[in-house]
Nanobody
Framework: QVQLVESGGGLVQTGGSLRLSCVVS????????MGWFRQAPGKEREFVTA????????YYRDSVKGRFTISRDNAKNTVYLQMNSLKPEDTAVYYC????????????????WGQGTQVTVSS
């Protein structure tokens, strides 16, 4: 079973930056499409960004384009999310997961999640 351990969250002011990390174990990481999702209080979990196995292709939801950057280090089985120009509406618990295409977006490949990492952006 794939294990996912997210870290790097915290409390920042509007306009600040954070870098999230997700260490993946138990699977063939270098071939896996990986993504980040987030869930704000009282809202559904939503797709944020995804990256191909080689890192050559990336995908973002419109609201984070130009501010967030996904990357990966296959030698370390780790995927990253660099978040710049953070806004209060980015406040959420962030989760990483292997992903698959789902219509016009991306869905988690499995039905389980890591513990996530809390990102709070103060206004």
């Amino acid at each position: 079973q794939v294990q996912l351990v997210e870290s790097g969250g915290g409390l920042v002011q509007t306009g600040g930056s954070l870098r999230l990390s997700c260490v993946v174990s138990g699977g063939t990481f270098y071939r896996a499409l990986m993504g980040w999702f987030r869930q704000a209080p009282g809202k559904e979990r939503e797709f944020v960004t995804a990256i191909s196995g080689t890192g050559g292709s990336t995908y973002y939801r419109d609201s984070v384009k130009g501010r967030f950057t996904i990357s990966r280090d296959n030698a370390k089985n780790t995927v990253y999310l660099q978040m710049n120009s953070l806004k209060p509406e980015d406040t959420a618990v962030y989760y990483c997961a292997p992903v698959k295409p789902s219509g016009t977006t991306w869905a988690p490949l499995y039905d389980y999640w890591g513990q996530g990492t809390q990102v709070t952006v103060s206004s």
